[in-house]
């Protein structure tokens, strides 16, 4: 196991531990909260999650969080689900993210990076009053504290400007990436009911124009709350008929008004496929995500007003939403909008040297390619600014450590880092000042007592288990949307373990403390971060008229590579020919996302069952990483045995 391999890849320097604000913060924490002084991070780490309250509260101190009106206490209820944090608290999320504007006004807040790949700047100023003019015109239009304000929209700054100007007013943000197709964004908006939709005429992607006015028409028809829609003209198009233009919701001069909303009141929507149904709409609370992410991009991430953070990323995903709260720690944060590898494999690498990145965020997917592909960062691109390379989506597979270290250069911080959509955080992953081992996260979140648990519920150290956290984080869910006894939430984290998160990954804890991510342990499909459920490829496939039935499975490879192969039932008469190849692939790449059409389409005699009903992925799953049969499943559960057998030879054939 990890415990085998105690040379580290990397050791922070002195210096860089002298310098991290994780360290100041300690030393003060000390003074002020009774933290320990000494015993570095592991120290206090455990005084985190020992002493939540007075963590959380030393957080809140340490950076300057305002409350309009203080809260009673720390927690209200420790229960989980159902935490109350700091109750009783006003704030509001966007006054913060925009707190920089009074001291840094001309300094840039964002850099805005097309597939030209050269770097526009917005500045503080500028992006305060955009906020400050779209926030009064969103109150113009009706929009009032707990409306939905949805966005169509690529990583532009439109994007960032719409998200803080709804939550000024203490609207709720949600957003999809233009690659979506229809069916896709409507399975998620639809569920949240939004006012507004911000939206553009198409995107650029891989050197070509991708028009998407047919999608937001579409969208129009079927979202009938909508009171108004905002046309972005990315490809200079006209307006829609009945559509506002951003700039003229944009070009005043004024001073935004910060709705003062209660902790625990929704900021955003984010979405994450189960195996069943729609997408879960997870609900996220302003105070919540402030403090969490204050606590992970200021303490974990080391960022601050003299640092460029870029992380490769769509509005589709958590990590955007996460790399705007760079702005909440007076970070410059890069927003590119393009392919991740256009022209070349190396073009995220020419991005961190031309925008000057300190933290450099991507893929485990991204870094495996370029390794393929024979790209040298350290050698093509001036990186020396480049502090921390980070990387999230899948674990990242040792070469790929090595690789960093060899390819970027040896004082490198190589920070993989694992959480969830669920949570917009981090459970485990950067620490400036602990060494990094390959193959391994450094450590657990402050204030997250991550552990591996046994199905017993025994915690587990040097032995693979279920990523369990054992109290709440400021971050988890208030509730999901449409879920009003709470059941769908319930049931997706606390079912196993009762009062205990349950992920749905594999992980060891080891005896030092870092941590090693094994896949999921459930069947959703993760691909390159986006976690799109089985039942979305289901409901899509099954219409095509030749597919009686269908199994989807996601596998992550010892490489680090991740094989979706998906199993076709055929209807009696038809054929797996080219023809409904290419017409199924063509259907999951327009009607969900172009990263989820399979590795490979496979005809099977049929798709397996529990004696309930359901379609059995995980013992698949199982069965196709090498588990023995009797291993991976219950025999006394399974409708027919015999179709588990083609299964089983084809794990053998591929091995």
């Not at 000057?356 to 024979?374: H, I, N, P, W």
């Not at 971050?475 to 373990?497: K, L, V």
Request: aromatic residues 8%.
């Amino acid at each position: 196991m990890s415990t085998l391999n105690p040379e580290p890849l990397w050791q922070p320097d002195p210096h860089r531990i002298a310098d991290a604000q994780v360290t100041k913060f300690q030393a003060w924490a000390a003074e002020r909260h009774g933290a320990p002084a000494e015993g570095g991070y592991a120290a206090l780490h455990r005084w985190s999650v020992d002493e939540l309250d007075t963590f959380w509260q030393a957080v809140t101190e340490w950076f300057d969080v305002r409350f309009s009106t203080p809260p009673t206490r720390v927690l209200g209820s420790r229960a989980m689900p159902g935490a109350q944090w700091f109750p009783g608290a006003t704030l509001n999320y966007a006054e913060h993210a925009l707190r920089a504007a009074a001291t840094r006004a001309a300094e840039p807040a964002l850099l805005h990076v097309d597939e030209t790949h050269e770097p526009s700047p917005v500045t503080w100023a500028e992006l305060r009053r955009q906020v400050g003019s779209l926030a009064a015109e969103l109150r113009a239009l009706g929009v009032r504290p707990g409306d939905r304000v949805s966005g169509y929209l690529p990583n532009i700054p439109q994007a960032v400007v719409a998200l803080l100007a709804t939550a000024a007013v203490g609207g709720v943000w949600t957003s999809c990436a233009p690659d979506f197709g229809a069916r896709s964004v409507l399975d998620r908006f639809q569920q949240v009911e939004p006012v507004v939709l911000f939206t553009v005429d198409g995107y650029r992607y891989g050197g070509k124009e991708h028009d998407r006015r047919a999608t937001v028409t579409e969208l129009r028809r079927e979202l009938p709350t909508l009171r108004a829609v905002v046309h972005i003209p990315l490809l200079g198009t006209e307006a829609p008929d009945g559509a506002l233009e951003w700039s003229s919701l944009t070009g005043a001069d004024t001073e935004p008004v910060f709705e003062q909303v209660p902790f625990d009141h929704p900021l955003w929507v984010l979405y994450s496929s189960g195996t069943t149904g729609l997408p879960k709409a997870i609900v996220q609370s302003q105070g919540g995500i402030l403090v969490e992410h204050l606590k992970q991009l200021g303490l974990h991430c080391d960022l601050g007003p003299e640092d460029t953070f870029f992380w490769y990323t769509s509005t589709g995903w958590m990590m955007w939403n996460f790399l705007v709260s760079g702005l909440l720690t007076g970070t410059t944060i890069v927003l590119y909008d393009g392919s991740p590898g256009y022209p070349d494999t190396g073009a995220q690498w020419r991005i961190a040297e031309r925008t000057g990145a300190t933290l450099y965020g991507t893929s485990a997917a991204y870094v495996m390619a370029c390794r393929k592909a024979d790209v040298h960062p350290g050698r093509d691109f001036d990186l020396s600014t480049v502090q921390c390379v980070a990387t999230t989506g899948s674990p990242l597979p040792p070469d790929g450590f090595r690789w960093l270290h060899d390819e970027v250069r040896e004082n490198l911080w190589i920070a993989s880092v694992s959480g969830g959509t669920d949570v917009c955080s981090c459970f485990a992953g950067a620490v400036p000042t602990v060494p990094v081992h390959i193959g391994e996260l450094q450590a657990a979140g402050l204030g997250t007592d991550l552990q591996s648990w046994d199905p017993i519920g025994k915690p587990l150290i040097d032995e693979v288990g279920e990523l369990v956290v054992t109290n709440p984080m400021p971050s988890m869910p208030i509730h999901f949307w449409n879920d009003p006894d709470g059941s769908r939430y319930h049931g997706s984290y606390f079912d196993t373990y009762p009062g205990v998160w349950r992920h749905g990954d594999w992980i060891t804890v080891t005896s030092r403390g870092s941590v090693v991510i094994h896949g999921r342990s459930d069947s959703t499909l993760n691909r390159q971060g986006v976690r799109m459920g089985s039942a979305d490829i289901y409901e899509a496939v099954e219409r095509l008229p030749e597919i009686k039935e269908s199994l989807v499975v996601g596998i992550e490879q010892p490489d680090g590579g991740y094989w979706m192969p998906l199993f076709v039932h055929l209807a009696p008469g038809a054929v797996l020919d080219e023809a409904l190849l290419n017409r199924i692939k063509q259907t999951i790449r327009e009607q969900l996302s172009p990263r989820h059409v399979p590795d490979e389409v496979i005809e099977v005699p049929g798709v397996p069952h529990t004696l309930t009903g359901k379609r059995i992925e995980v013992p698949v799953k199982r069965l196709l990483q090498g588990t023995p049969l009797d291993k991976a499943v219950n025999p006394g559960s399974i409708d027919n045995l015999d179709l588990l057998h083609f299964y089983e030879d084809l794990a053998r054939k591929r091995a």
